[in-house]
């Protein structure tokens, strides 16, 4: 009885399904942007270590600073990183003086002794503060267009770091026939819709000039402010790959104690008479 | 308890006899985890992920209970008081990548011990009942894994939520009110995280009780074994400690370097990138997909699109990803044969690898979009991942001729060290 039920339920689901199948679909709208939409270029990165495999590896913290350079003085026009907070630069090699300087070049939100909103000086327990206030304030000043927070940015896409660094650098004049692209638009086959508001932030060499003579290129510019985007999306990266090497060296010998233990346990059984 | 020739606990000490006499803790340990569990001395290392699941348990609950001290279930602050967790708690970011990967884990073990049962026909008499305790657990494992993915109250969280509470509102007159009912309103808000909160603390203590039901029901006839023989004398078996304690130990270090290594080298490398912006009821993503652990079941959703009998392609959908898995509530009664083992059922056997190709397809084609070729695909797949137990399996059973079995499980454990005859083996002192 129950096999007789299962076997009618059975033919239902296929018989109904396979029709499915068959039947005709019509085929999908071709879909430009998916053709011409590209996967982030493979870069070699200091933080995944020997081999690019991402086990071991460390931040090159003179690039981070880089890094932080570009963000302050290209990025930060438009965009926050919200999540990160001035003490947090220490990991960067700051010292805290400079920690504190940097902190009071922003303004945060604050209450006066008469209970009315002000602005003061941020202090390293502080987080980098909003670019705009909300997100309808943004777009309003942005042509509509929504500059999204970078805390989280390299987290948030797939391959994140190798995104951001395909975005920055992947801006193109040469835009293929066909396509049709708003004029407020830059045409970039990285981003997921390929038009995107974002007009090319590293726009030439020299833009920004590095205090520890590394060439000032766009390329440059890119790697290093990716890097510093990865840092501010992971800032424990480094300590999560030195606890995770301890842990398996710990777990490896561990395994291998016990493997010796369940080979004497087991050699009574197993021995071949 | 199983068989007679299991060792009794004999307290030795004062205190221990004092305790044995008043609350006899120590010898239903000693019975269910210890020397007096006589075990069939041929399990291989796919019977260790019973094991294995009940320490992924464990992970969870404790990563689990130390996350809920830090985290807020509030819509406004969900998602910054995990980034809190990340940056700020001492840490926070060990404890919250071993529960996100934790998760993934716990279905890779438990997928890997369900098709170990599968295999070994575990869920054949006398074992029935292990085989629906488990199923079970599986489905209470789906609730609880799918409301924690919503906490975090990313992108992927606020759109999963919003697709598989509409999945009820397929049903006709009752759909929408299962729906709102679920949300606690007519989308995902703060009513939805905070009753999502609330169950996926209480679940897991569930899943520990039905998991003790499940290993009470496995100690009434013993485990199975890779013969599917039924143990016959004390010549087949070995007390579960220290023999399968030691075994069991090692695949748990095993188990823990592949876990360290996601945990530590790519902590992300299972998850969707969306999960890291915060939700926008305003913004759809692109594609909506659930954590690969879901990807087959989604892709049974998906495969049906054509209004059939009068009756919508969605809620069909709907009803088949239900019944796929309700449909293993009666496995042990569609498969009819006597015989447990795949490796005695060679065209089971054949069948078996074909499902689990079928599987592990119907998985790919859940985490693609709904595009062709993969709606078709996932079609043809569907079909059969039904066919198979429900109208193949219950024939090939009937009618497929097994190999001869061996005489007891020594015999056959025998044949494998290459010694013939019964001279006596693993006779503990009595």
Known sequence: MIRLGALAVGLLFVINVLWGAIAPREDAAPDMAKQLHKHPKHMEWAHNGPGNIGILGTFDRAQLQRGFQVYKEVCSACHSINRVAFRDLADLGFNEAQIKAIAAEYEVAAIDSAGEPTTRKATPADKFPLVYANEAAARAAQNGAYPPDLSLMTKARHDGTNYVYSLLTGYSDDIPKGWVKPDTSYYNPYFHSINIAMPPPLAADGQVTYADGTPGTVDQYAKDVATFLTWTAEPKLENRKETGVAAILFLIVMTFLGYLSYRKVWADIKKPA | MSFPWAKQYQPTSAVGKWMDERLPLPRFIFGALGPGYPTPKNLNAFYNFGVLAGVALVIQIITGVVLAMHFAADTRVAFDSVEHIMRDVNGGWMIRYMHAVGASFFFGVVYIHIFRGLYYGSYKPPREMIWMLGLVIFLLMMATAFMGYVLVWGQMSFWGAQVITGLFSAFPVVGTYIQTLLLGGFSPDNATLNRFFSLHYLLPFVIFG?????????????????????????????????????????????????????????????????????????????HIVPEWYFWPFYAILRAFTTDFLGVPAKLWGVLAMFASILLLFLLPWLDQSPVRSNNYRPVSRLLFWVFVAVGLLLGVCGGKPAEEPWVRLSQILTAYYFAHFLIILPIVSKLEKTKPLPGSISEAVLGKYGKAGGAPIAQPAE
């Open chain 2, 210 to 286: 039905v998991i003790v039901l499940h290993v009470w029901a496995l100690h009434i006839p013993g485990s199975n074994n890779p013969t599917g023989l039924d143990v016959k004398t004390e010549a087949d078996t070995v007390p579960f400690h220290p023999y399968y304690t030691a075994k069991d130990f090692v695949g748990l270090g095993i188990y823990l370097i592949v876990f360290s290594a996601f945990v530590f080298f790519m902590p992300n490398s299972l998850g969707e990138p969306d999960n890291y912006i915060p939700a926008n009821p305003l913004s759809t993503p692109a």
